[in-house]
């Protein structure tokens, strides 16, 4: 596991966008797993303008997403398909049947995560991963547990992660389940990228990296991964060994 420490999230945000950029310009069909949250935006604001200048098309990418709200229509200000169409998607030539989500409203949930494995099978496996990671150590959706999962499922989201992500709903209530790619799904990928700004993320990223492997804190599962490089600034930073 590779830590690279920066002092803006600018610079975090051009790293990472030049991996996925050179990836998708090495191998333009190839899949790129995507995440939701503050911490990417900037990151994608990078790909956008690279986009703009004409150095990249993602016209055969595929793009996966990491998690998608329950009960939510897919069509909701706060639902994680119209984020990534808001930041990102649609603002570069991807295209609509190359884009996949987990349906977080979806009749048969083991259907849905059979559906997604066999999806990114087909897409010949996630070739780089973006994560961010929750303040109590989730990655996607994986909550503390007391095992590492596997691929998609419908999760329990806990109070600590809905104190985090309540301020984005305002007045709305915030779901309670989400579907997440499992440990699993997310470990098979090629390259993982994880990206944390900020003290408050301070405390994970000391037990992802530090700590012991534990589904406790699901992001040190990383430690096991062969390519995997968090980009931290130094407040994130902070309490690393
Ligand atoms: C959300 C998402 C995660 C994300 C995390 C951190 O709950 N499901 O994929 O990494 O929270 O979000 P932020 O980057 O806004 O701190």
Do not use: W
Not at 83 to 104: C, P, R, S, T, Y
Not at 156 to 181: C, H, V, W
Not at 197 to 202: D, F, N, P, Q, S
């Amino acid at each position: 596991m590779k830590v690279m420490v920066y002092k803006t999230a600018e610079e975090i945000a051009e790293a990472v966008g030049r991996i996925i950029i050179k990836r998708v310009a090495d191998e333009p069909s190839c899949a790129i797993g995507f995440a939701t949250g503050a911490s990417p935006v900037p990151t994608y604001e990078y790909i956008v303008s690279e986009f703009n200048k004409g150095n990249i098309s993602f016209k055969d990418m595929k793009t996966f997403n990491l998690d998608e709200y329950c009960d939510l229509p897919v069509d909701d200000k706060n639902s994680y398909h119209t984020f990534m169409h808001e930041n990102l998607f649609d603002k570069i030539d991807v295209q609509a049947e190359n884009i996949n989500f987990l349906d977080g409203n979806a009749e048969d949930y083991d259907a849905e995560s059979a559906r997604y494995a066999e999806a990114i099978k087909a897409a010949g496996g996630i070739k780089v991963q973006i994560l961010g990671i929750g303040t109590n150590g989730h990655i996607g959706f994986n909550e503390p547990a007391d095992e590492f999962t596997d691929e998609a499922f419908k999760v329990t989201l806990t109070q600590s992660t809905i104190d985090s992500n309540q301020k984005y709903f305002g007045e709305q209530a915030m779901p309670r389940y989400a579907m997440t790619m499992g440990i699993g799904s997310i470990m098979r990928s090629e390259e993982i990228v994880l990206i944390a700004t900020g003290e408050a993320k301070a405390k994970a990223i000391a037990a992802a990296v530090n700590g012991e492997v534990t589904p406790q804190c699901p992001a040190s599962i990383l430690q096991n991964h062969p390519n995997v490089t968090f980009f931290v600034d130094e407040a994130a930073a902070s309490l690393l060994k």
